[in-house]
């Protein structure tokens, strides 16, 4: 699997108001900002998103950018490991990984 990047996801209720806490906090403009149902922020080399109403999870989780997610969905399902379906959204391809202890990860790689 060609991991291409590695950030958190946090699920906020008001993306809005957590934009403007984190661009303070970190002294940054979200990188990307998609209405009400995310947004991100690329600093120091890492990744941090907000999930609003597009969300995997509402618990925060990691986010694993790879070059192709069928084929990440394909490996990962055959060592075993708890994976859901590929799921197309307006930006990526996405699928949730189920791991230990009631947290997962979203696999994403760029929309086809």
């Not at 906090?25 to 907000?50: K, T």
């Amino acid at each position: 699997m060609d991991i291409q990047r590695i950030g958190f996801v946090c699920p906020v209720p008001d993306i809005a108001d957590a934009i403007r806490v984190l661009g303070i906090l970190l002294g940054a403009e979200p990188s990307l900002a998609d209405g009400g149902r995310w947004a991100q922020f690329d600093v120091a080399g890492a990744r941090i998103a907000l999930a609003g109403s597009d969300r995997f999870s509402d618990a925060p989780g990691l986010m694993i950018k790879v070059a192709d997610c069928d084929a990440a969905v394909r490996e990962l399902g055959a060592a075993g490991l708890d994976v859901g379906p590929v799921v197309s959204g307006p930006h990526e391809q996405r699928a949730q990984v189920t791991i230990p202890g009631g947290w997962s990860a979203m696999l994403y790689s760029s929309a086809r």
